[in-house]
C-alpha cells in the first residue's frame, strides 16, 4: 500500500513542476515582454519630455469680443482643447461607466479586465483602459490587424499608459483623451464635437448627448450620428445602460433617457460656412502676414493650422448675426426685384445695360480667363482654343440660388452660362466700427462666401459717390470757418480752364438736371447732395485740400487732385469710408480700424497686443459740425426714410425697400451715394458710438438698376443698415448708443439755424417752399 501511494505522489509531481515552469515562463515572457516595450525593442518609445509635452495639431481659434468662436484655421484637426474643469460632470460618468469603471483605481492597467479579457478571448469586452487608449491615440498609432504587431503595439500601449499615469493626474489624463479624439465631420476634440454636433459648449451638454459622444469613442466612423442614425442611437442606449449599471443614474432615468431620439443641432465647422465667413478669410490672410513678422524666440515660424494659437477678435457674434441676417433680408428681396426687371423681354443683354455686344463680350472673355477653370486647365497643358471648347460643353454643376434651401441649388449648364449667371447677381459689402476704438463689430463681404469669395469689404473699392462729398464740406468749414447754416446759390456753376489742372471748364449739373436759383444752406444741399453747392465749395478750397483731409483720415488709394472728386470719382473699400466717417463721430480723431487685440499661444502666453493708431485730423468743432450737417441727412434729405412714413413711390417702397417703416428716432448721421448710372449705391450711417458702411453694386458697373428710383444709395444700401441698427437696438446689452452725439463744451461753429429759419420765413411765401430747402 504504501510503495502505491509513493508512486502515485511521484507521478503527480512532474505535472506541478511543469506547471509552476510554464507558469513561471510565462510570467516571465510577460514582464520580458514590457521590459522590450520599455527599451524600445518594438519602436521608438516617448522620451519623458514628450510625454510631458505631447505633439498634437490644434487649431488657431478666433474668438469673438462676446467670448464666442467664430471659426478655427486647421489643416486636418479641428481641434482646441478644454480643461477638466470645463467638461460637465455626466460627461465624465458616461465615459468611466462606459470606458474604464475602475479607472480611479489602477495605475494605467486594469489586471482585472486584463484577466476577464484573456480568459474570455474578449468575448465579455476589451481590457483596454483610458489611459491605454489615451498612449494609442498620442504614440502607438492605428492598430495592426497582424496579431504579432498587436502584441506588441498592446505591450508599448501598457508601458507608456503606465508612465502617463506617473506624469499627469487622473483628470488630465481624461481631458487629454477627450481633447485629442476625432469624432468625425471635422469634429476633433470633444469640443468642436459638441458645438458640430449639437451647437454648444462641452459644459452645457446633456446626459443623453454626453452619453452619444462617449458612444463615439469606440469607432467615430461606425458610430456616425449623420450617416448611421439608428446604429449610434443603440450605443447610445448601451452607454445610457452601463450609467444606471453602475448607479450613476437610475433605471427610470435610463428608461426616460433611452426612449428619446437622437436631436442634433448640426453645425459644420469648415472654412466656407459658418459666422463671419469673409472676416475668418481677411484674418488667414492677415495671421499669415503676423507670423512671417513674428517668429518664435528659437527663429521657427508659427504655424496658424498646428500651433492653436488664441486670437481675440474685436467682431461681436451678436451684432455680426444682426448684420449677416440684414443683408440676407434685403439682398434677397432686391435681387428678386433686379430679376424681375432684367428679364430677356425686358432687357435682351442682360444683366448688362448700354453696352454693344462686343463690350459684353469682351467682359465674357476676360471673366473666362481669370477663372479657376481656366487656371487649372491650363496647368495641365490644354491649349487655348482647347479649354474654350470647354466653357461651351453643358455639364452638371452647383450653383447659388436665393430660392433654393441651402441657396444652393443643381442644374446642368455651359460653364460661360454660368459666368452670365453669377454676374446677374447684385453684390455688397458692410463694416461696422465703434469710432473711439476702431474696433470692427461686424463685417460681411458678400452675400454667400461659399459661391462670392471676394471680399468687397476689403478687396474692394468703388466709386464713392456722395458718399465722398462730406470731406469737401470738412475742408470747407475747416479752412473758410463755413457753418451748415451758410448758403450758397443753387444755380450751374462753373469752375473754369486750366484751374486745379483742368483742361476745360466743369460745370457739373444736379442729378435731377434743375436748379432752384435760390440760397441753400449747406446743411440742406449736403442732405440732398446738390451737386451746384458741392462745386462752388470745391473752388473755394481746391482740390488739394480735400484729397489731404481725405487720406488724413484713412483713403489709402490715389485720389486725383482735380474738381471731379467733389462728385465722388474716386475709388475707397468700405474699409477705409468707415474708418474715415469715424474721424467726424469721434471728435476729428481718425483712429485706424482693428480687428485683433490680442494673440495667444496654446499655453496662454501672450504673443500681440494691439496699439491704437490714432491721428488728430479735425477740431472738435469742424468735426461736430460736420455730424450736424449729416444728421440733415436722415433728419430731411436722402436718409429720411430711416425715420418717416411716405406715401410716395409706393412701388418701389413695396418692391425692394426691405422692412420698411424703420421708425428710427434717436440721433443718426448719415450720408447716401449714388454714382453714375445707378451703377453703385451707398450708405453711411452713424450714432455716437457705431459707425456702419454699406456698399451694394454689380460686379461690373455696367450691371445696374435701370432707375434711379431702384438704383439710388437709399434704396440699395440704406435698408441694410436700417434693418441692422433695429436689431441692434432690439438687444439692449450691446450698448448701441440712441443718446445725441457730443457737443464740444465751447462750440465756435454755428450749428443753430433758427435765426435764418426767421429769415427765410419772412422771404418764402409757403411752408412748403421752406420744406423744399431742409427745414
Given at each position: 500500500m504504501a510503495k502505491t501511494k509513493q508512486k502515485k505522489q511521484k507521478g503527480f509531481f512532474p505535472f506541478i513542476k511543469w506547471f509552476w515552469i510554464l507558469f513561471g515562463s510565462g510570467l516571465f515572457l510577460f514582464l520580458l515582454l514590457f521590459l522590450l516595450a520599455a527599451w524600445g525593442a518594438f519602436g521608438e518609445m516617448p522620451t519623458f519630455e514628450h510625454l510631458e509635452n505631447p505633439s498634437t495639431n490644434l487649431a488657431t481659434e478666433l474668438i469673438s469680443s462676446d467670448s464666442k468662436t467664430l471659426g478655427k484655421f486647421y489643416l486636418e484637426d479641428n481641434r482646441t482643447d478644454v480643461s477638466y474643469d470645463e467638461l460637465p460632470q455626466n460627461l465624465i460618468d458616461a465615459l468611466i461607466a462606459s470606458e474604464d469603471i475602475r479607472f480611479h483605481d489602477h495605475s494605467g492597467i486594469d489586471a482585472r479586465g486584463t484577466l476577464r479579457a484573456m480568459f474570455f478571448l474578449g468575448k465579455r469586452g476589451g481590457a483596454s483602459t483610458i489611459s491605454q487608449q489615451l498612449a494609442r491615440q498620442l504614440f502607438v498609432g492605428v492598430r495592426s490587424r497582424n496579431k504579432f504587431e498587436t502584441i506588441k503595439q498592446k505591450a508599448m500601449e501598457w508601458v507608456i499608459a503606465t508612465r502617463l499615469e506617473r506624469s499627469y493626474t487622473k483628470e488630465e489624463i481624461i481631458s487629454m483623451y477627450l481633447n485629442i479624439y476625432d469624432f468625425g465631420n471635422n469634429a476633433d476634440g470633444i469640443r468642436s464635437a459638441s458645438r458640430i454636433y449639437f451647437g454648444k459648449e462641452p459644459k452645457d451638454l446633456k446626459l443623453e448627448e454626453s452619453a452619444m459622444l462617449v458612444g463615439m469613442l469606440q469607432n467615430s466612423s461606425l458610430y456616425n450620428p449623420l450617416r448611421r442614425e439608428e446604429l449610434t442611437w443603440k450605443k447610445r442606449n448601451i452607454v445610457l445602460g452601463q450609467l444606471a449599471r453602475y448607479e450613476y443614474i437610475t433605471e427610470a432615468k435610463r428608461d426616460s433617457l433611452q426612449a428619446m431620439e437622437i436631436n442634433l443641432n448640426y453645425n459644420p465647422e469648415s472654412h466656407r460656412e459658418g459666422l463671419a465667413t469673409y472676416f475668418r478669410m481677411y484674418m488667414q490672410q492677415w495671421l499669415n502676414r503676423w507670423v512671417k513678422e513674428n517668429p518664435k524666440p528659437d527663429g521657427e515660424k508659427y504655424n496658424i493650422y498646428l500651433d492653436g494659437l488664441k486670437v481675440y477678435t474685436t467682431i461681436d457674434s451678436r451684432m455680426q448675426k444682426n448684420a449677416e441676417d440684414a443683408v440676407e433680408a434685403h439682398m434677397k428681396n432686391l435681387q428678386a426685384e433686379f430679376f424681375h426687371q432684367n428679364t430677356p423681354e425686358r432687357n435682351p443683354t442682360a444683366p448688362f445695360l448700354d453696352l454693344t455686344k462686343g463690350a459684353i463680350d469682351t467682359i465674357m472673355r476676360q471673366a473666362m480667363k481669370r477663372s479657376d477653370r481656366w487656371r487649372v486647365l491650363k496647368g495641365q497643358g490644354k491649349t487655348a482654343e482647347e479649354i474654350e471648347?470647354?466653357?461651351?460643353?453643358?455639364?452638371?454643376?452647383?450653383?447659388?440660388?436665393?430660392?433654393?434651401?441651402?441657396?444652393?441649388?443643381?442644374?446642368?449648364?455651359?460653364?460661360?452660362?454660368?459666368?452670365?449667371?453669377?454676374?446677374?447677381?447684385?453684390?455688397?459689402?458692410?463694416?461696422?466700427?465703434?469710432?473711439?476704438?476702431?474696433?470692427?463689430?461686424?463685417?460681411?463681404?458678400?452675400?454667400?462666401?461659399?459661391?462670392?469669395?471676394?471680399?468687397?469689404?476689403?478687396?474692394?473699392?468703388?466709386?464713392?459717390?456722395?458718399?465722398?462729398?462730406?470731406?469737401?464740406?470738412?475742408?470747407?468749414?475747416?479752412?473758410?470757418?463755413?457753418?451748415?447754416?451758410?448758403?450758397?446759390?443753387?444755380?450751374?456753376?462753373?469752375?473754369?480752364?486750366?484751374?486745379?489742372?483742368?483742361?476745360?471748364?466743369?460745370?457739373?449739373?444736379?442729378?435731377?438736371?434743375?436748379?432752384?436759383?435760390?440760397?441753400?444752406?449747406?446743411?440742406?444741399?449736403?442732405?440732398?447732395?446738390?451737386?451746384?453747392?458741392?462745386?462752388?465749395?470745391?473752388?473755394?478750397?481746391?482740390?488739394?485740400?480735400?484729397?489731404?483731409?481725405?487720406?488724413?483720415?484713412?483713403?489709402?488709394?490715389?485720389?486725383?487732385?482735380?474738381?471731379?472728386?467733389?462728385?465722388?470719382?474716386?475709388?475707397?473699400?468700405?474699409?477705409?469710408?468707415?474708418?474715415?466717417?469715424?474721424?467726424?463721430?469721434?471728435?476729428?480723431?481718425?483712429?485706424?480700424?482693428?480687428?485683433?487685440?490680442?494673440?495667444?499661444?496654446?499655453?496662454?502666453?501672450?504673443?500681440?497686443?494691439?496699439?491704437?493708431?490714432?491721428?488728430?485730423?479735425?477740431?472738435?468743432?469742424?468735426?461736430?459740425?460736420?455730424?450736424?450737417?449729416?444728421?440733415?441727412?436722415?433728419?430731411?434729405?436722402?436718409?429720411?426714410?430711416?425715420?418717416?412714413?411716405?406715401?410716395?413711390?409706393?412701388?418701389?417702397?413695396?418692391?425692394?425697400?426691405?422692412?420698411?417703416?424703420?421708425?428710427?428716432?434717436?440721433?443718426?448721421?448719415?450720408?447716401?451715394?449714388?454714382?453714375?448710372?445707378?451703377?453703385?449705391?451707398?450708405?453711411?450711417?452713424?450714432?455716437?458710438?457705431?459707425?456702419?458702411?454699406?456698399?451694394?453694386?454689380?460686379?461690373?458697373?455696367?450691371?445696374?438698376?435701370?432707375?434711379?428710383?431702384?438704383?439710388?444709395?437709399?434704396?440699395?444700401?440704406?435698408?441694410?443698415?436700417?434693418?441692422?441698427?433695429?436689431?441692434?437696438?432690439?438687444?439692449?446689452?450691446?450698448?448701441?448708443?440712441?443718446?445725441?452725439?457730443?457737443?464740444?463744451?465751447?462750440?465756435?461753429?454755428?450749428?443753430?439755424?433758427?435765426?435764418?429759419?426767421?429769415?427765410?420765413?419772412?422771404?418764402?411765401?409757403?411752408?412748403?417752399?421752406?420744406?423744399?430747402?431742409?427745414?
Open positions: 471648347k470647354t466653357f461651351l460643353e453643358k455639364t452638371e454643376m452647383t450653383v447659388f440660388d436665393w430660392n433654393s434651401d441651402s441657396y444652393e441649388k443643381d442644374t446642368i449648364m455651359t460653364p460661360m452660362d454660368s459666368i452670365r449667371y453669377y454676374k446677374t447677381f447684385l453684390r455688397t459689402a458692410m463694416m461696422s466700427m465703434e469710432p473711439q476704438t476702431g474696433h470692427v463689430k461686424a463685417w460681411v463681404g458678400g452675400v454667400d462666401y461659399k459661391h462670392f469669395q471676394y471680399d468687397n469689404v476689403y478687396q474692394g473699392a468703388r466709386q464713392a459717390g456722395s458718399t465722398f462729398k462730406p470731406f469737401v464740406y470738412a475742408a470747407a468749414i475747416d479752412q473758410l470757418r463755413y457753418s451748415p447754416c451758410d448758403s450758397l446759390p443753387d444755380n450751374q456753376y462753373c469752375i473754369e480752364p486750366l484751374k486745379y489742372g483742368n483742361p476745360e471748364k466743369w460745370c457739373p449739373k444736379n442729378s435731377d438736371g434743375k436748379y432752384s436759383g435760390k440760397n441753400m444752406t449747406l446743411k440742406h444741399a449736403l442732405a440732398n447732395s446738390v451737386n451746384t453747392v458741392t462745386a462752388q465749395l470745391m473752388d473755394k478750397v481746391g482740390p488739394k485740400s480735400v484729397s489731404i483731409i481725405a487720406k488724413s483720415m484713412g483713403i489709402k488709394r490715389e485720389i486725383p487732385e482735380v474738381p471731379s472728386i467733389a462728385l465722388g470719382t474716386p475709388d475707397a473699400s468700405v474699409y477705409e469710408m468707415v474708418g474715415a466717417f469715424g474721424t467726424f463721430a469721434n471728435q476729428g480723431v481718425y483712429v485706424k480700424p482693428v480687428m485683433v487685440t490680442r494673440i495667444e499661444d496654446r499655453n496662454g502666453t501672450v504673443l500681440y497686443e494691439y496699439v491704437p493708431e490714432t491721428k488728430d485730423v479735425l477740431s472738435k468743432d469742424v468735426a461736430y459740425a460736420m455730424v450736424n450737417l449729416m444728421e440733415g441727412v436722415t433728419r430731411g434729405g436722402s436718409g429720411t426714410r430711416l425715420r418717416h412714413t411716405f406715401a410716395k413711390n409706393d412701388r418701389v417702397y413695396k418692391d425692394i425697400i426691405t422692412g420698411y417703416p424703420y421708425e428710427l428716432n434717436n440721433p443718426i448721421a448719415g450720408k447716401t451715394g449714388t454714382t453714375q448710372n445707378q451703377s453703385y449705391g451707398w450708405f453711411m450711417g452713424m450714432v455716437p458710438n457705431l459707425v456702419t458702411g454699406v456698399w451694394v453694386g454689380g460686379e461690373n458697373r455696367a450691371v445696374h438698376f435701370k432707375r434711379l428710383a431702384y438704383g439710388q444709395g437709399a434704396s440699395m444700401a440704406l435698408p441694410i443698415w436700417a434693418l441692422y441698427m433695429k436689431e441692434n437696438y432690439e438687444n439692449e446689452e450691446l450698448g448701441v448708443s440712441k443718446d445725441a452725439f457730443e457737443e464740444p463744451e465751447e462750440l465756435s461753429i454755428n450749428v443753430d439755424c433758427t435765426k435764418i429759419l426767421k429769415e427765410l420765413q419772412e422771404e418764402l411765401d409757403t411752408e412748403d417752399d421752406l420744406d423744399d430747402i431742409g427745414f
